[in-house]
């Protein structure tokens, strides 16, 4: 610790002035320290899991972490920063996903590209991720627009709706491990880039909803193999 300066020199008024400083900042210190030793400790919240949590920018930007390494709070108030991503790329994709499993990246302009847990770089939580899109052949505006897990317990399909409300239920083996990355999954100039996507059992209910509200239920046995306008937006 610093010595404290020789203060014979200053006027009274002065020296007061910081005597008082120096009373008030030890009972902040005080404060904070009897605050550190009431507040609960921060725990795991579950065992050792193989359950990823993969956090990705909107430019690509990824890492993963076990879900089991972000510890609970038991308190509200902020959470914890997880991606350190460059300035002006924000985060945008947040997915759990198993470390033997895959993801599914679908562009803006209806490709598809597969990616395994495993090879998403592994960071500590707020570590730095690094771009997963700079190894396929990404075109100047493509971008991503979802992210999915590439397998469900009750997935047989993978329902995809677009910007216009185009729906397309795609048979979970063509997503697979098999897929061959930029393979293009429908014509994007029929009903725009896709905007939301769920797994389905194949006779699931289907529910859309815009962002002003408004929605539609129905059957998801009524889209055809091609897929077909779902809610007229």
């Known amino acids: 610790m610093r010595e404290r300066p020789d203060l ?7 020296v007061a002035y910081i005597e008082a400083l120096e009373q008030e900042l030890a009972h902040l210190q005080s404060e904070e320290a009897s605050s550190s030793r009431s507040e609960a400790p921060l725990e795991p919240s579950e065992p050792p899991t193989t359950v990823q949590v993969v956090s990705i920018s909107a430019a690509g930007v990824a890492k993963r972490t076990a879900r089991h390494l972000y510890l609970r709070q038991r308190r509200g108030g902020m959470g ?12 945008a994709f947040l997915v759990l996903a198993e470390l033997a499993a895959g993801l599914i990246l679908f562009s803006n302009q209806g490709r598809v590209f597969r990616v395994p847990v495993r090879d998403v770089p592994e960071r500590d939580v707020r570590g730095r991720g690094e ?8 075109r100047a ?7 999915m897990e590439d397998t469900h317990p009750r997935g047989a399909y993978l329902i995809l709706v677009s910007q216009r409300g185009q729906v397309r239920r795609i048979a979970k083996q063509y997503l ?5 990355s930029g393979t ?7 009903g725009g880039a896709p905007a939301a996507a769920c797994w ?7 529910f859309i909803v815009t962002r002003q509200g ?20």
């Open 8 to 14: 014979s020199n200053l006027p009274d008024e002065v």
């Open 80 to 91: 914890v920063f997880d991606l350190d991503a460059p300035d002006g790329d924000a985060p």
């Open 131 to 138: 771009s997963i899109i700079a190894r396929f052949p990404f």
């Open 141 to 147: 505006d493509e971008r991503i627009a979802l992210v």
């Open 176 to 180: 697979g491990s098999g897929l061959q």
């Open 184 to 190: 293009s999954l429908y014509d994007i100039r029929e």
């Open 200 to 206: 389905s059992s194949g006779s699931d209910e289907l």
């Open 214 to 233: 408004q929605a539609i239920r129905f059957a998801e046995r009524l889209v055809p193999v091609r897929g077909c306008l779902g809610m007229r937006v």
